[in-house]
């Protein structure tokens, strides 16, 4: 049985360069998604969202290997981060950021699938966020992205970078910050971790 590898698939979303800024068109692909507000280092939303996203990705997994016949690497954890107030998101105030916690599912996947999945995590596991995550579509379009390299702490440059490119290729910042984190910190040493820094834009009016 072959195994579907959603990251090759989608190479030029999910492997940017980390030497140069690049443009992509982002399509619609769907999501387990979950929102909460904290800081995710300390936050027991976030781990109990992580925890709810991985239970439900792998008993899905399973089931489409098992039931569909069909096999697949289960995708990279990712998040959308804002705040109320954007000084704060900037400064790293992260006690009042907000957050969905996310991971995409391949298009075979469907929403009968989703709730028999979700009925067999709740009778195995029952994380405490199960029922506040979603599945549903979710689109980007144009934005703008590259990949970082190194620590979590150390994305503002980076990010800084991103921006700059943006404006200098013509384009305002619109919607939510995008992170796709492409290495597992329990595992990874820090220097080593890599991340896809995506902000979707718009072309400047005026």
């Known amino acids: ?17 980390a030497k140069e800024c690049s443009i ?22 976030y781990r109990e969202a992580l925890e709810a996203l991985y239970a ?21 954890l990712e998040g959308l981060w804002w705040a109320d107030d954007m000084e704060s998101f900037t400064r790293g105030d992260k006690s009042s950021w907000q957050w969905t916690a996310m991971i995409m599912q391949p298009d075979h996947i469907t929403d009968g699938h989703v709730a028999t999945a979700r009925e067999d995590v709740r009778r195995k596991k029952d994380p405490v966020a199960l029922d506040r995550m979603r599945f549903e579509p ?12 190194g620590p ?13 490119f943006a404006a200098d290729s013509g384009y305002d910042l619109r919607d939510k910050h995008h992170e796709i984190y492409l290495g597992d910190p329990r595992r990874t040493a820090p220097e080593r971790l890599r991340t896809v820094i995506r902000q979707p834009v718009m072309a400047t009016s005026g």
């Open 152 to 164: 979590y702490a150390e994305e503002a440059p980076t990010i800084a970078r991103l921006h700059r």
């Open 1 to 17: 049985m072959a195994k579907l590898d959603l990251k090759k698939q989608y190479r030029e979303l999910y492997g940017p360069s």
């Open 24 to 45: 992509v068109d982002v399509p619609e692909l769907s999501f387990l998604m979950i929102d909460g507000a904290g800081d995710p280092n300390t936050a027991d939303a």
């Open 56 to 76: 439900m990705s792998y008993t899905l997994k399973f089931f489409s290997k098992n039931e569909l016949k069909v096999d697949y690497v289960v995708m990279a």
């Open 138 to 149: 979710f689109t980007e379009g144009l934005s703008v992205q590259i990949m970082h390299l």
